[in-house]
């Protein structure tokens, strides 16, 4: 009898295993094309913009594309990502049109010269893809939410190719203090499955490898940690600046059309300010250059009020490709007046800030190793290590759940 019964649960063990392998290489194949026909449209539109500087002079009438999108009755009240992890900790579904909404209004974004990001398209897009998917195989609500997950990590791996840290992110940043373990498996099929189809799509990764390999030594150690405490008091900054500029544009101009024509006009005239186009689209290129070792010491400061302006006006993309960009060209200034190696503080200073905005911990050392290499891990888990503490229950995700307030993670004494 007992026997039987350790049969018969090996067998139902065996074929829940293989649904999920089925499903979630199905999800990584979707992901993995959403992915790379995200990645080619937003690379079209830059190549667009940059041909054709005029067209940040129509930034405010993207703008009203955009509010003309998510006019439509069923995406009023989107919350953008907040809406995507709110899904993955309850999980109720996602609307479907969210995934056409976030794309145009992105590359809308992109086309005109707006300061933001992809990623947070792309957690949408996934989370969209993946709750169709759920309704089309009536999955339970518990299993909606692994899906999801995964999802988010197909499209993740797709357009960033990086499967390894789209796994770990997307189980770990929803719910602060834990990871959302059961959908390891799921996640990990999917964004390695995204990745590779989306490599095959030519979407490559974004990486700089660092050849050099750098030691904590008495004399460097004290340098790197207060890199790690600046690193911390700017993501502190940065995530409040975002807030309030967000809360602050809602409460003195309601009107969402009023409000994205202002903002695409304020971004429009700093930029004929600044003089030319380097704080304009995701900053990519400026991160990667700070990499190399080159930086003006106020990049980061215009990134950020460039970002803060776009996303408060109501513009669509994202917040991590621009933190990618504040926390090189910081790192990398800093690294100058701290007598370090500037490239590999610009390094730490991406990462680090990456850590501080997501409260992803894991997922910030794994992203160090798929940008830059394994040579320097011992730095940037330090870093993170740092960071992560001292950032508080700051973030850019309002729906993140704070499992543990990490005041308290370290007990009582």
Not at 260 to 284: C, K, P, S
Not at 328 to 351: E, N
Request: charged share 10%; net charge neutral; proline share 3%.
């Amino acid at each position: 009898m007992a026997c039987a019964e350790a049969v018969s649960k090996l067998r139902k063990f065996i074929i829940i295993v293989a649904r999920w392998c089925i499903l979630s290489v199905i999800m990584g194949t979707v992901g993995g094309l959403l992915g790379a026909v995200f990645h080619h449209a937003l690379h079209f539109v830059t190549h667009v913009r940059s041909e054709h500087m005029w067209l940040i002079f129509l930034l405010p009438l993207g703008g009203l594309l955009t509010v003309a999108i998510y006019w439509i009755p069923s995406m009023k009240g989107n919350k953008g990502t907040n809406e995507i992890i709110e899904a993955t900790l309850d999980g109720h579904p996602v609307s479907p049109l969210v995934a056409p909404s976030i794309f145009l209004a992105t590359a809308i974004t992109h086309l005109f010269g707006g300061s933001a990001g992809r990623e947070g398209a792309a957690l949408q897009l996934g989370g969209s893809a993946a709750s169709f998917l759920a309704k089309r195989y009536r999955l339970k609500e518990s299993n909606r939410k692994i899906l999801v997950t995964a999802g988010m990590s197909s499209v993740f791996a797709g357009l960033f190719g990086t499967p390894l840290t789209a796994t770990l992110f997307c189980m770990e940043f929803a719910s602060v203090g834990t990871i959302f373990s059961p959908a390891l498996l799921p996640c990990f099929l999917s964004a390695f499955t995204a990745s590779r189809i989306s490599l095959a799509l030519g979407v490559h990764t974004e990486t700089y490898l660092l050849t050099q390999a750098f030691s904590m030594t008495l004399a460097t150690s004290w340098r790197y940690l207060i890199l790690a405490i600046l690193v911390s008091v700017l993501g502190i900054t940065m995530c409040t600046v975002f807030h309030k500029a967000e809360h602050l544009a809602a409460h003195h101009v309601p009107n969402p059309f009023l409000r994205i024509v202002l903002g695409g006009a304020a971004i429009t005239v700093m930029t004929l300010l600044v003089g030319d186009h380097r704080f304009n689209g995701a900053g990519m290129e400026m991160a990667l250059r700070a990499v190399a070792g080159e930086a003006d010491w106020y990049s980061f400061a215009l990134k950020m009020l460039f970002t803060a302006v776009t996303l408060a006006a109501g513009f669509k993309g994202g917040e991590i490709v621009p933190t990618f960009c504040i926390g090189a060209t910081f790192g990398c200034v800093l690294g100058g007046l701290l007598g370090l190696d500037p490239g590999m503080s610009a390094a730490l200073g991406l990462i680090g800030l990456f850590c501080c905005a997501t409260n992803a911990p894991m997922a910030s050392i794994m992203l160090s190793v798929e940008m830059f290499g394994d040579l320097n891990i011992h730095l940037f888990a330090f870093v993170c290590v740092i960071c992560f503490v001292l950032s508080g229950n700051y973030g850019l995700y309002a729906s993140q759940i704070l499992q543990y307030n990490k005041a308290d993670m370290l007990g009582d004494f």
